[in-house]
């Protein structure tokens, strides 16, 4: 059984074909630059790299290019289309319209556009990118798997701001959350690692990549999430300022004559580790120039880690308790000194780091790197978001 797994974006199209019996990803690349000038796709097809330059005027024809790469005679990993038996869209906002993920029809398409103000870059390249799939493979189930599902069984009192309820009650202004199907992958994860039943366990997730989130996963179940109405709300990000006092738009509005979309963008796309480093985003150009002394780069990384670490003693006080904290996404598997600084002052809560081995874990594998007897373990666990969107297309499909 094959599957394909798309994730849509304004002017790109990301896939992978996994082979879900061999548990293998057959092929994976993107199309970038769609509707530009010089648009192209990139990936590595049964093992071997392809580029393909050529135009795509429009999603439709993207997702044609991708199908062609897949069934070529030269680098191809399939012989026919019809050997893929579903397509599993990432959709990164389901508003409160969907719990779950779901098999797609033309109503769950005009739901996805209709929540386009709940996430404007991604809603309409999304339904778009279903579209097109509908368009060029008819006859091929497809499913839908949100980023905010795994988060909706957030209690109400965790979920609601604290804002006039009709702001709720007539445009649904609330917190969601994000990264729902990594915290859910490595969340159970965890538990297969540890060798418990999930239902038993009270685990803070870390999502620590260039997009960063907490959650408090008790049971098995979100109870509460770093992320809010969009990805902006929470910890500090590459270039997201993450949790700031709302007047602070204002402030700097009147202050530097900023437009409010212009501000926005400030918050989301000049902020975080690269707008107090004022070096960049990623954590490796950040360690290099702390390393040389760089005091900026040393206050970004001290930021972000003391973020974590608020939220994960504040979720350990949410759950009544705390079995394991898991690492995950680029900054949580590769970066040991954000990993030990969150650490750093929990062993009232009975965490025990092992600082050597946590400098030298294994790469790409799951292990639990804190001392024996550690009362919370403590997890690498690589993330899958595509196998877990794949996994959820498969569960979907008529047995
Ligand atoms: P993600 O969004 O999960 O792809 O994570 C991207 C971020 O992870 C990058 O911006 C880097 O800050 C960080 N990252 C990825 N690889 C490494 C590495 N080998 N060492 C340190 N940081 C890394």
Excluded: W
Aim: aromatic share 6%; charged share 25%.
């Amino acid at each position: 059984m094959k599957i394909l797994v798309i994730n849509a974006g304004s002017s790109s199209v990301k896939y992978q074909l996994i082979d879900m019996a061999k548990k293998k990803v057959l092929a994976k690349g993107g199309c970038e630059r769609i509707g530009l000038p010089k648009s192209l796709l990139k990936g590595v097809s049964g093992g071997k790299t392809v580029e393909i330059n050529e135009d795509m005027p429009d999603h439709t024809s993207a997702i044609r290019l991708i199908l062609d790469a897949l069934v070529n005679k030269e680098y191809g990993v399939i012989k026919k289309m019809s050997e893929i038996s579903a397509v599993g869209h990432r959709v990164v906002h389901s508003g409160e319209d969907f719990t779950s993920s779901v098999l797609i029809d033309e109503n769950v398409i005009k739901i996805c556009e209709r929540n386009r103000d709940l996430a404007p870059l991604h809603a309409i390249p999304t339904a778009m990118g279903m579209r097109a799939c509908k368009e060029v493979m008819p006859d091929t189930p497809m499913a839908a798997v949100f980023d905010t599902a795994f988060h909706s069984t957030m209690p109400r009192y965790a979920y609601m701001y604290a804002i006039p309820y009709d702001a709720y009650s007539d445009f649904k202004v609330r917190k969601y959350g994000f990264h729902g199907t990594s915290h859910m992958y490595v969340s159970q994860e965890a538990a297969r690692l540890l060798k418990k039943d999930i239902k038993d366990l009270k685990i803070v997730t870390c999502h620590l990549g260039n997009g960063a989130s907490v959650t408090a996963v008790d049971g098995g179940k979100s109870v509460d999430t770093s992320m809010g109405l969009t990805p902006l709300e929470g910890l500090i990000m590459g270039t997201r300022c993450g949790d700031i006092d709302p007047y602070v738009v204002e402030f700097l509005m009147k202050k530097s004559g900023m437009t409010v979309s212009e501000t926005l963008d400030y918050l989301n796309k000049k902020s975080g580790v690269a707008g107090i480093s004022g070096i960049s985003s990623d954590f490796r150009d950040l360690i290099a120039a702390a390393d040389g002394g760089n005091d900026r780069a040393r206050l970004a990384i001290d930021m972000f880690a003391y973020r974590v670490k608020k939220y994960i003693g504040a979720y350990a006080a949410v759950m009544g308790g705390l079995d394991a904290i898991v690492f995950t996404a680029g900054i949580g598997e590769h970066t040991p000194i954000v990993r030990e600084k969150v650490l750093d002052g929990l062993e009232f809560l009975g965490v025990k780091l092992d600082k050597e081995y946590n400098n030298n874990l294994p790469r790409g594998k799951a292990v639990n790197f804190a001392l024996k007897g550690s009362k919370v373990k403590l997890l690498l666990i690589p993330t899958d978001e595509e196998l877990v969107i794949a996994r959820e297309t498969l569960a979907l499909l008529p047995q």
